[in-house]
Structure formats: structure tokens, C-alpha cells
């Protein structure tokens, strides 16, 4: 089973941020936080990926809670093409023996 | 980032007859690919791992003598499904782990396998 909860859909204006929080709060101290996106018919995209602190690259920010609990993942600008299903999963990566496991995601919608 | 490339996009085959799909990591060598099973409005689900020049490693309730997995070389991986029947059609993709220091995964953009 997936170790982490996320809504199952959510919308999101054209133009605005897209928040999409994950929750884990079963996560242990070395399992990185990944967040990887599908697009309909396409293989996941791998998007960020963080520890503890929150990370930022040209696709979007990380934010993780001080307890490790639960993390957002911010589209700063939503576009009409980042609508997708949107996984975040729990690992220590298979370096460490483990796999990932997909949940269900969210759907995020952005609408014009 | 990391390329994956799989090869056919999509096949259909008849019932009874075996297909193969090639994964390949074309700018990094992959000593572990995994094979993941996607069907309609499902998430993924992980199949197999396979791991360069040894035997792959299948996930419960998956058939092995079904999915042949070889994982030849650095950048090569094939899935072979055999005798293929309508319940095996689905969206198969394969990930390469890339080792050289960071953790994640590289996904391949899937094979669509229709099996009539």
C-alpha cells in the first residue's frame, strides 16, 4: 500500500498557484519525498524530490512540514498543460532497497 | 533529465501470440529497470524489477513464466509477454534507476498493448 494520502482531484485557475498537499505521516527519517506527474497516456514525469528541507527547481517548489508529516507541492504559474495526475510517493530509493509504490494521486484540473 | 525511450508505443496482437516491448536508458546506463502495469483510471503498479545480467525479481502475483523480463545490457531491458490473452491488454511502462548519485526514477512514455 501507499504510504501517503492525496486529495483525489482539485481544480486550479490558469494563471494561479496549484497547491497539492500530500500527507505521510508515517514517513521515516531516510525516505525521500518524491512527486513525479502523468499526463493522460504518458509515462510519470519525475518533478522534485526532497528530504527535509523545501526545494525549488524550474518546475515547481517543495515544501516540507518541520515533522515530516506532510508536503505541498506548489505550481507557481498553473498552465493549461499541467493538467495531470499528480503522485507523490515515500522511498529511500531503491539505492536503499526500496521501491516505489503509486497511490491513486490527484487529478489537478486548471481551468482557463 | 534522464531519457527513457520504449519501443513499440503501442501493439495490438491477437490472442494466443507473444509481443515484446524494449525499454531503453539512452543517455545513462540503468543497472536496474522496473516494469509497472497501468490499467484504465488505475495508478501504477509495479510488476518487476530487473536488474542487469541477473535474474528479474517479480512482484507477488505476478507470473513470471508469463512476463519474461531480460535485462541484457546497461541500457536495455525487454518484457516479453507470452501467450497473451484480452486481460493482459493494458499501459505498460518501464523506469530506469539512474545511479549516478540521485535517487529518483526515469519513466519511460509507456507502451499501449491490445491484445484481440
Known amino acids: 500500500d501507499a504510504k501517503t494520502t492525496q486529495p483525489p482531484s482539485m481544480d486550479c485557475a490558469e494563471g494561479r498557484a496549484a497547491n497539492l498537499p500530500c500527507n505521510h505521516s508515517?514517513?521515516?527519517?531516510?525516505?525521500?519525498v518524491y512527486w513525479y506527474r502523468q499526463i493522460h497516456s504518458q509515462g510519470p514525469q519525475y518533478i522534485i524530490h526532497?528530504?527535509?528541507n523545501n526545494e525549488t527547481n524550474e518546475m515547481a517548489s517543495l515544501i516540507i512540514t518541520e515533522d515530516r508529516k506532510s508536503s505541498t507541492l506548489i505550481l507557481p504559474h498553473a498552465t493549461l498543460r499541467d493538467t495531470a495526475v499528480y503522485y507523490c510517493?515515500?522511498?529511500?530509493?531503491?539505492?536503499?532497497?526500496?521501491?516505489?509504490?503509486f497511490g491513486p494521486g490527484t487529478r489537478l484540473s486548471v481551468l482557463p | 533529465g534522464a531519457v527513457v525511450s520504449q519501443h513499440p508505443s503501442w501493439v495490438i496482437c491477437k490472442s494466443g501470440t507473444s509481443v515484446k516491448i524494449e525499454c531503453r536508458s539512452l543517455?545513462?546506463?540503468?543497472?536496474?529497470m522496473f516494469w509497472y502495469r497501468q490499467f484504465p483510471k488505475q495508478s501504477l503498479m509495479l510488476m518487476a524489477t530487473?536488474?542487469?545480467?541477473?535474474?528479474?525479481?517479480?512482484e507477488q502475483g505476478v507470473e513470471k513464466d508469463k512476463f519474461l523480463i531480460n535485462h541484457a545490457s546497461l541500457t536495455l531491458s525487454t518484457l516479453t509477454v507470452t501467450s497473451a490473452h484480452p486481460e493482459d491488454s493494458s499501459f505498460y511502462i518501464c523506469?530506469?534507476?539512474?545511479?549516478?548519485?540521485?535517487?529518483?526514477?526515469?519513466f519511460g512514455p509507456g507502451t499501449r498493448l491490445t491484445v484481440t
Open positions: 523506469s530506469a534507476w539512474d545511479r549516478r548519485g540521485s535517487y529518483e526514477q526515469y
Open positions: 510517493i515515500v522511498s529511500k530509493g531503491y539505492n536503499y532497497g526500496q521501491n516505489f509504490v
Open positions: 530487473s536488474n542487469e545480467g541477473s535474474k528479474a525479481t517479480y
Open positions: 543517455d545513462f546506463q540503468a543497472t536496474t
Open positions: 508515517t514517513i521515516s527519517g531516510n525516505e525521500y
Open positions: 526532497g528530504l527535509k
